[in-house]
């Protein structure tokens, strides 16, 4: 059975410690469209008693990012501040002096953002949301496609290579 290309991330979900909080700093910082809120007693699937809201803020592109203020269920350190590697979300600059106006308005805002980092393929700039998810924004380098294009020529063996040097290293 052979299915379609998935088209794209209509939302990527976090939780969040205050849904009003998290609304000012999307809506009237970052300027995302608050596009939903919906109320509910129980969650989908188990049912389980666990009140909550889940928020949508509308981004450029028509696709959203969303959380769950679920106070019940949110663990002591739900909001520490997580490595990036673990998991971080990068929005997307038209170019670099989009990038940094970004920058600007955010240090301006008394939300600390540091780079922007040259990464090759794209510049960004880094900075946390008051949940403690962290945030990017980055901007294409014009020779991005061209970058990306080469490095999929051999991502695949990259992968194995690392594979074997990680599996030697643990032995």
Known sequence: MTTALLRGIHHSAYRCRDAEETRAFYEDV????LAAALEEEREPGSG?????????FKLGDGNYIAFFDAPASAAPNSFDLVHGFDRHVAFE??????????????????????????????????????????????????THDAIMAE?????????????????????
């Open 93 to 142: 600059a038209a170019d670099e002096a989009a990038l940094k106006a970004w920058q600007d308005k955010l240090n301006a805002t008394g939300v600390p953002c540091f780079g922007p980092i040259d990464h090759g393929f794209v510049k960004s700039v880094y900075f946390s949301d008051p949940n403690g998810l962290p945030l990017e924004i980055t901007t294409r380098v014009p």
């Open 48 to 56: 389980r008693k666990n009140p909550f809201v889940h928020i949508f």
């Open 151 to 171: 490095e999929a020529s051999h991502a695949r063996a990259i992968i194995a290579g690392w594979t074997v040097k990680k599996q030697a290293a643990s032995r």
């Open 30 to 33: 970052l300027g995302l469209p």
